[in-house]
């Protein structure tokens, strides 16, 4: 035992930063010291954001207290295609560069991203029913989000179908970098296209909202990463911990079986 646990350390030494970023065993060394300051900050950005939204900004000359769906809507939105392209990102490092744990990350985002399109689509139909007159429209954005809604979902039960999940990954991470071209059309389909969606409010020239709403928008939005990143971070230590546990119990049956 003592010349194994030797030689892993001497390995361990030779690994350049990248690599060890890349080893399980690492990953839950550095990344545990993360968990409880991203929480706090989660927190913190949670209770001034929700403050601010429904308390310190003003209603809407048009929409009234409406537009306070907009500080829930718009992170989440937003987190729809991030999450697809830290997914895509992942099938990169699966595909490219073999990275143990860039699947991992691809398994554990797609839930996430999954909950963060479908509170998208919920709060934008509320919102859509009093400011458009109907629930849902098929327009080129809802209609492209309702899809990217239905992708994370196949991916999500493609990774529950395979018992080999280092053999899923390869299959996935293909799967996803062809369904990233979903995210562009979701962009720019305002642009591209009539729809109901009104155009970037953010945009080089300027911001066309003034900051008694934006600010509070911007707060929710770091709110939402940041919840995002400390769900990734642990849902990525439980998958490890519970691939290893699922290797142990692979290797205690071989053993049994070999012994019998």
């Known amino acids: 035992m003592k010349k194994s646990s030797s030689a892993t350390e001497q390995t361990l030494k030779k690994m350049n930063w990248f690599d060890k970023l890349a080893h399980p065993g690492q ?77 991992v990350s691809m398994k554990v985002a797609a839930p996430l991203g999954a909950a963060f399109t479908a509170i998208a689509l919920f709060t934008g139909s509320l919102w859509g ?37 280092l053999r899923a990954a390869k299959l996935i991470a293909v799967l996803t970098l062809v369904g990233a071209v979903n995210i562009p059309i979701i962009k720019f389909s305002v642009d591209w296209w009539n729809t109901l969606h009104q155009s970037s409010s953010i945009s080089p020239s300027g911001i066309a909202m003034p900051p008694s709403i934006y600010i509070p928008l911007f707060v929710m939005m ?32 071989n053993q049994n079986e070999k012994r019998g």
Do not use: C
């Open 129 to 165: 029913r009093p400011t458009w007159g109907t629930f849902w429209e098929w327009d080129g954005r809802m209609t492209a989000t309702l899809i990217l809604l239905f992708m994370y979902l196949g991916l999500i039960a493609l990774w529950k179908s395979f018992d080999d999940q």
């Open 27 to 103: 990953f839950l060394k550095w990344s545990k010291y993360l968990v409880l300051p991203l929480t706090i900050i989660t927190i913190l950005l949670f209770t001034i954001g929700l403050w601010f939204a429904f308390f310190n900004s003003p209603e809407d000359y048009q929409m009234g207290d409406t537009v306070r769906i907009m500080y829930v809507h718009v992170p989440n939105a937003w987190l729809s295609q991030f999450t697809y392209m830290a997914m895509a990102v992942s099938a990169i490092g699966t595909l490219v560069w073999r990275h143990p744990i860039a699947d």
């Open 222 to 253: 770091f709110a939402f990463t940041f919840l995002f990143i400390t769900l990734h971070i642990v849902g990525m230590r439980t998958e490890i911990l519970r691939r290893k546990a699922d290797a142990l119990e692979r290797k205690s049956l």
